[in-house]
């Protein structure tokens, strides 16, 4: 909202959002990050999306007097907010008692997770710009949503505190100008929407062996994940920190989600009967990459006795059919996608009858179908936003729509397969977006 109002002042036309109440940070934040940060708006008590049209009318009429004079007066000027420190310092009795006030204090402003961190400490930090071939001042991108500067010692202080090694630096640093390619402007409206959309780091090739990234079961806690959970980590940090990807601040989910404590995974290559991820986009074996998916939920897809391709990708098929499709959009099937971690005991038998992962993928799409009507419940047929193709619906009744059969994709292309698990066929499905971007690592080693 602050920022479509941004660019309309940028046409030198006066523009006032109508901020809801839960907003109110955002709104600050985001009129300081897309350069306006005087930006008047005004606040009413509830989000409009879900409210009675009445109550709609009420809270706006109560402020159109405040609205009207953010139109003709002078702009306010506000406080940014933000602290111009470039080192801080923590004292205690001991290290540890520094350390515990540096926790405190971070957690305070909300630079952490809220987990204890590691002391971003001026030779910790060092010791990772020596990791990569760059220098510290080298920018490596503005990363979204609120376009920081990404240099490599701004990656270097977050992944200090989470605990990175120098290895790490170089998939740390493609991981964020990985996001920085995705999906318009870096996935901003992505990371700044109210549903819980979260990044999923994926490394291919070399590093992640030389570096201990898991492929199995890799998205737990534990001992065998700590590099995944490491450098997952000092991805977040960077997000929230140089991104400005903090709760309630560009980061406006209603509800939230555990995969926001990102981690980074690696294909299980070895165990693979196809191509790995990368080299399926045009990467070699012997290239390392990264690769970012953004997921909007998951679901555990588990399969009881199958043996053949059919039998198991079937099941997937049905259990990947859930969900709302658009019609707020001429291209009802855009919006369908899926991110497949298919386990090697579904993969090795799929591959072994000679099926490719775009064999499988096609397969699936064409059995995952179900009813319109369930898929379109989540907007009323006559909402303002259903666009003309879809206003035939409106003819229909309810069971109608509801007895109407309709595939959830519009083809293989929307369905992403890569091996990751242990065994036991056990495939973890995300709803996700189609906008993957692939980085090669090299570069930054």
């Known amino acids: 909202m602050c920022y479509d109002m941004i660019e309309i002042e940028k046409m030198g036309k006066p523009a006032v959002p109508i901020v809801s109440g839960r907003f109110e940070d955002d709104a600050i934040a985001s009129s300081r990050t897309f350069g ?14 879900n409210l009675a049209e009445d109550l709609c009318v009420k809270q706006t009429e109560d402020v159109m007097d405040e609205l009207i004079e953010c ?56 010791a990772l710009i020596a990791g990569t071939s760059l220098s510290g001042d080298d920018l490596v991108c503005d990363m979204p949503p609120g376009f920081g500067l990404a240099t490599v010692k701004q990656i270097a202080i977050n992944s200090a505190m989470a605990g990175a090694k120098p290895e790490h ?70 997000l929230k920190n140089i991104g400005m990807w903090y709760p309630n601040k560009m980061d406006m989910d209603t509800i939230g989600t555990t995969r926001k404590f990102v981690l980074c ?37 588990g399969d009881q006795g199958n043996t053949t391709a059919d039998g198991l990708l079937k099941t997937l098929a049905y259990g990947m059919t859930f969900g709302n499709r658009s019609i707020a959009a001429a291209d009802y099937h855009a919006s369908g996608q899926r991110l497949v971690f298919m386990p090697p005991d579904v993969a090795g038998p799929v591959g072994a009858e000679g099926w ?15 009813s319109l009507g369930k898929f379109i ?35 293989g292309d929307n369905i992403d397969i890569v091996v990751v698990g242990a065994d036991r066929a056990k495939t973890l499905i995300f709803p996700s977006d189609p906008s993957v971007v692939t980085i090669g690592i090299d570069q930054y080693i």
Not at 359 to 369: T, W
Request: glycine residues 8%; contains cysteine; aromatic residues 10%.
């Open 169 to 238: 630096m170089p998939i740390i640093m493609a991981a964020v100008k990985c996001l920085s390619e995705t999906g318009g402007s870096g996935g901003k409206s992505l990371l700044m929407s109210t549903s819980p959309h979260a990044p999923m780091l994926m490394v291919n090739g070399p590093m992640a062996k030389k570096v201990g990234l898991n492929g199995k079961s890799a998205l737990g806690p534990g001992r065998d994940n700590e590099i995944n959970i490491v450098i997952g980590r000092a991805f977040y940090l960077c």
């Open 356 to 370: 490719s992962k775009q064999d499988a993928s096609d397969f699936m799409h064409k059995h995952a179908y179900g």
């Open 71 to 126: 139109l003709i007066e002078d702009s306010k000027s506000r406080d940014s907010g933000l602290l111009d420190e470039e080192v801080f310092r923590f004292e205690g009795e001991d290290r540890y008692e520094a350390v515990n006030a540096m926790n405190v204090e971070f957690t305070k402003q909300d630079w952490s997770d809220a987990f204890p961190i590691y002391p971003p400490t001026r030779e910790a930090v060092d």
């Open 377 to 411: 419940q989540f907007m009323p047929i006559d909402d303002a936003r259903v666009v003309e193709d879809w206003y035939w619906l409106r003819d229909k009744t309810e069971e109608e729509r509801l007895e109407i059969s309709t595939p959830l994709f519009s083809g």
């Open 265 to 301: 995974v690696a294909e299980n290559e070895d165990a693979s009967p196809w191509p790995s991820f990368a080299e399926d986009r045009g990467f070699s074996a012997d290239e390392s990459t990264v690769s970012i998916f953004i997921t909007d939920g998951e679901l555990d897809v």
């Open 36 to 49: 306006m940060p005087d930006l008047q708006f005004v606040i009413v008590p509830r989000i409009y999306r």
